[in-house]
């Protein structure tokens, strides 16, 4: 079992920065793949960030390709998701979620956290 818990939305202008972070429980949490996804309102969750177990692996979402960065520090048991030059479109409920398979490639993540809200401003 891992609990996850999100902290770091806000508000924010757009073309500024935020950085979310994800706090697990858990002994085995440096075996899991972590993911960054995000749910719009009126939209279904959508990806965005992938990290393998060792941090060595990173896979992004075209939309945010240059502007977000994921990294990890397992001695911390968290997970970071840099967001930078923010478009009024990367308001979203933000989760982080966890993948036992340890890699980016398998999609399979089970334990999901409550999610954070961010909101770009004009």
């Known amino acids: 079992q891992v609990q996850l818990v999100e902290s770091g939305g806000g508000l924010v202008q757009a073309g500024g920065s935020l950085r979310l972070s994800c706090a697990a429980s858990g002994r085995t949490f440096s075996t899991y793949a972590m993911g960054w996804f995000r749910q719009a309102p009126g939209k279904e969750r959508e990806f965005v960030a992938a990290?393998?177990?060792?941090?060595?692996?990173?896979k992004y979402a075209d939309s945010v390709k240059g502007r977000f960065t994921i990294s990890r520090d397992n001695a911390k048991n968290t997970v970071y998701l840099q967001m930078s030059s923010l478009k009024l479109e990367d308001t979203a409920v933000y989760y982080c979620?966890?993948?036992?398979?340890?890699?980016?490639?398998?999609?399979?993540?089970?334990?999901w956290g409550q999610g954070t809200q961010v909101t770009v401003s004009s």
């Open positions: 990290i393998s177990w060792s941090g060595s692996s990173t």
């Open positions: 979620a966890a993948n036992p398979s340890g890699s980016v490639y398998i999609f399979q993540y089970v334990y």
